[in-house]
C-alpha cells in the first residue's frame, strides 16, 4: 500500500454524557468485544496499510491500554507499525492538541519521515468495514487533491451532527458544510480523507502559520474552491457513535443477523485485542432471546434482545430488555434493566429497577465494588 495512515482519537465529546467521563469515544466498547477504533485499525492492515499513526489525548488511559500491542491488529512488524502519539510539550509548543489540524502538525515530523505519497486521514469512532484501496484508485484516477468518503443517509436520519455535502456531476465538492443548523443535504462527510503526504504537510504547516487548527473549517471548507475536492461514495453499513443514542442504536444493529454476519462472519475478518476468559456459563433457568453475551459472562436471569459485555454478571430472577450492558458489570437478583445502558463496573444492586422511559437511560451506580 502506497499510503502511511492516521487515525484521529483524541477528541472529548460531551453527547455522550457519562460514558466519555473516564474513556475516550474511539475507546467505547462496540458489539459484545471489540473497540471503536478497532474497526479503523482492522480497515488500514486489511488494506495493508502498513504504517498507522493513533493521536490520541482526551481520557487517554484506557485506549492506550488497549493499543499496548500492535500484534492483535498484524502491526508487529519490522518495516511500518502502529504509533500511538499523544500531545508532547516542547521548547517550541506548550499547548495540547487544539483541533484535528493541530494533532497532525504537532506530530509532522511523523509525516515528513514517512516515504508513502498518500496519507488516509480517518476518525476513530466509526463502525465500517472499508478497502482504502479502492479509495486510493479513485483518488489518483480523479487527478484530486482531496478525497472526502461520503455516504446518503436514510430518510429521516439526523444529518445535523456530520459534515453535509453538494457535488456536482463529476463528484466533486461544491459545497461542504459542517454540522449545520438546517441540513440542506442528505449527503454526509464520513472523516475519510486520502490526500497527498506532501499535500497535507503544506496544508497544515499553513494553517498553523495563520494559527488555525481545524481540519475540516479550517481546510476542507476554506480551500473547497482553491483545491480539487472530491467525494467518494460508499453504500456498504457505516454509523458513527458519537451520541448515547448513536452509539445505542449502532450496538443493537449487531442484533440483526446481516449486521453481525458482515462483521463477524464476512471476509475482510475485524481484530481485536484477545482476552483470556473462559466462555459463558448459563446456569439452570436462565432465558436468552436474541441477545449478544460475550466471554467471561454468568447468567441466571433472562436476557432479552441485548448486548452483555465481557465478564457480566446476572443473578437470580434478573431481567434485562433491550439493553446494553457493559464489561465487568455484576447485577444483583431481582434486578430490572431496561432501554438502559450499564456503565462498566458497575454493582448494580439487588431488587432494583432502571428503565429508560425517555430514550435510552445510561446506569452509572457509584459503588466501590472492590476494597482499596
Known amino acids: 500500500m502506497r499510503a502511511v ?3 484521529l482519537a483524541g477528541g472529548n465529546n460531551r453527547k455522550m454524557q457519562e460514558l466519555t467521563t473516564k474513556r475516550a469515544v474511539a475507546a467505547m466498547p462496540v458489539a459484545g468485544s471489540y473497540r471503536a477504533i478497532d474497526f479503523a485499525l482492522s480497515n488500514m492492515t486489511n488494506s495493508h496499510v502498513q504504517k498507522v499513526a493513533v493521536l490520541t489525548q482526551y481520557n487517554a488511559r484506557s485506549l492506550n491500554e488497549h ?7 498484524n502491526f508487529g512488524r519490522k518495516q511500518g507499525g502502529l504509533y500511538v502519539f499523544t ?3 516542547t ?3 506548550g499547548y495540547w492538541y487544539r483541533g484535528t ?3 497532525i502538525y504537532q506530530n509532522l515530523d511523523f509525516l515528513k519521515r514517512c516515504h508513502e505519497p498518500y496519507v488516509i486521514i480517518t476518525s476513530g469512532d466509526a463502525v465500517y468495514k472499508m ?3 479502492k479509495v486510493l484508485e479513485y483518488h489518483i484516477a480523479k487527478k484530486a487533491d482531496i478525497t472526502v468518503v461520503c455516504k446518503e443517509l436514510e430518510a429521516g436520519e439526523d444529518a445535523t451532527r456530520f459534515g453535509t455535502i453538494r457535488m456536482n456531476e463529476s463528484a466533486r465538492i461544491e459545497e461542504f458544510e459542517e454540522k449545520p443548523m438546517v441540513a440542506n443535504s442528505n449527503t454526509i462527510s464520513t472523516g ?7 499535500q497535507l504537510i503544506d496544508l497544515v504547516e499553513h494553517c498553523a502559520e495563520e494559527d488555525r487548527h481545524d481540519f475540516v473549517t479550517d481546510i476542507l471548507i476554506r480551500y473547497k474552491n482553491l483545491k480539487k475536492i472530491y467525494g467518494y461514495k460508499i453504500n456498504s453499513y457505516w454509523s458513527n457513535i458519537s451520541t448515547v443514542d448513536a452509539y445505542y442504536q449502532t450496538n443493537m444493529d449487531f442484533l440483526k443477523p446481516e449486521v453481525r454476519n458482515y462483521f463477524f462472519k464476512d471476509l475482510p ?7 483470556d476468559l473462559p466462555p459463558v456459563k448459563y446456569n439452570e433457568g436462565s432465558v436468552v432471546k436474541n441477545s449478544l453475551i460475550a466471554s467471561g459472562s454468568i447468567i441466571n436471569g433472562t436476557v432479552e434482545n441485548s448486548i452483555l459485555f465481557k465478564k457480566t454478571f446476572v443473578g437470580n430472577n434478573c431481567v434485562i430488555k433491550n439493553s446494553i450492558i457493559l464489561n465487568d458489570v455484576y447485577l444483583g437478583d431481582n434486578t430490572y434493566i431496561e432501554n438502559c445502558i450499564v456503565e462498566s463496573r458497575d454493582t448494580i444492586r439487588a431488587n432494583t429497577r432502571h428503565v429508560g422511559e425517555n430514550g435510552v437511560k445510561v446506569v452509572i451506580e457509584k459503588n466501590e465494588r472492590y476494597a482499596v
Open 91 to 93: 521548547s517550541d509548543n
Open 5 to 7: 495512515g492516521i487515525i
Open 67 to 73: 493499543l499496548n500491542s500492535s500484534k492483535w491488529w
Open 192 to 198: 475519510i480523507y486520502v490526500i497527498r503526504r506532501r
Open 269 to 275: 475478518e475485524v481484530y481485536s485485542k484477545v482476552g
Open 87 to 89: 500531545p508532547t510539550i
Open 101 to 103: 489540524a493541530d494533532a
Open 131 to 133: 478497502d482504502y484501496n
